[in-house]
């Protein structure tokens, strides 16, 4: 730790010390008694005051051009809401400013930071913030424990440079940090960092869902996942895709590109790597030295980070990845750089020979045409994975099925579902029909005679077989919509399900 010329003593230890209100301040419930606003000596309040520049990911706040130390005011809201973790996925995220990770604060080491933890109204919980690149007990989550509806304050000043990790410290902590709660504050050194041509800012995080990767619908925060640490999703800046396609982080060919990576966790550690890339210099750790070079995967502890700088000489699509692989390829963990720019074929000469055969001398071409293939591979699983393209398939099928049923089924079962009285039994949430799935299809083909019990009622009548009528892909529809009508939820049915019945012995 460095001494402070101004302050005796940490400036949060001089905050807690002094208890002259100056101001009004609200005070959090259950937050203990506010102390009022630290009184800053003349040298201190002679300081110019700026407000923070705080930006979404993966954007970075300007870098710092001021030779001298500033008093740096930071707003900083907290808020809850549902919002997309994947395609037909929806989370409630807790979030610092509306985004996951939270905003990005960049202020210079020396600074006197006033900072403003706000809790919207709508919240549901308190919050706090510790940041990591704050000295005194709790990084300022006793300070800023905040209920909904209410603000707090609190000054530190930036002693050590460094790029800092910032979450909430409110218990359940895990969760807290789980459903988004965290960010990075870089506080840039006063010599400044060595000038590259973009800057970017992206976060890992896992999310502990109820259901698995690509479960459709409002996920739950899952604790006992979360105690086991075997999140369903790991993913890049808080959704699936969110670097992907046309978010795709950017470049152009010869310019120097500088990622500041973090890790929210809460638990998961990253082993971050750029596909195709090599970092040429990599600041461990988050800490103010470069101490390597030429860097492939560096490693990133859960509530950590890692400076990365490297030049992109040829165009091309880099992939963001957790080399951890199943969390870039199964669990989210993927993102992408897009380069622009002309080639240079020296440097990377892509495919240069397809043939059945590569010898030794076109390893760079084997290399892109192994690189290609796993791509397609990716494509085809991500394309059959992809939770929309199988929902709009289910959605096709339900409108087909409700064709089939209203030509030939509704005559007896009826348009509700509810079957008529001792005559043709309900379909709608009916007991014996969704406890198996496939004496459903059996019932469909092969028609059904002799007494059968639907929600404690006896029927003895006859249902003619529809096997002659009906197509496997017909059947397989007209049971994805009676599946999923009337109150009834069900996975579509495929037309191998159906044919597999169909072919049974007798
Ligand atoms: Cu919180």
Redesign the pocket.
Known sequence: MKTIPLLVGSAATVALALGLGRGPLLAAEGAGAAKGPVILPPAVLALPVEQAVLTAPPKVPPPITRKHAARVVVHLE?REFVARLADGVDYSF?TYGGTVPGLFIRIREGDVVEFHLENHPSSK?P??IDLHAVTGAGGGAAATFTAPGHASQFTFKALNAGLYVYH?A?APVPM?IANG?YGLILVEPKEGLPPVDREYYVMQGEFYTTGKFGEEGLQAFDLAKSIDERPPYVLFNGAVGSLVGDKAITAKVGEKVRLYFGVGGPNITSSFHVIGEIFDRVWPEGGTRFVQENVQTTMVPAGGSAIVDFKVDVPGTYILVDHSLSRAFNKGALGMLKVDGPENRVIYSGKEIDAVYLGAQADAGSEAARREAALQVRIAAEIKANPVIAGLTKEAQIEKGKQVYMGLCFACHQADGNGLPNVFPPLAQADYMLADRERAIRTVLKGMTGKVTVNGKTYDSMMPPQEAALSDAQVADVLTYVFNSWGNTGDAFTAAQVKNVRNEAR
């Open positions: 907290v807790w919980v919050h706090n909430c409110t807290h709660m």
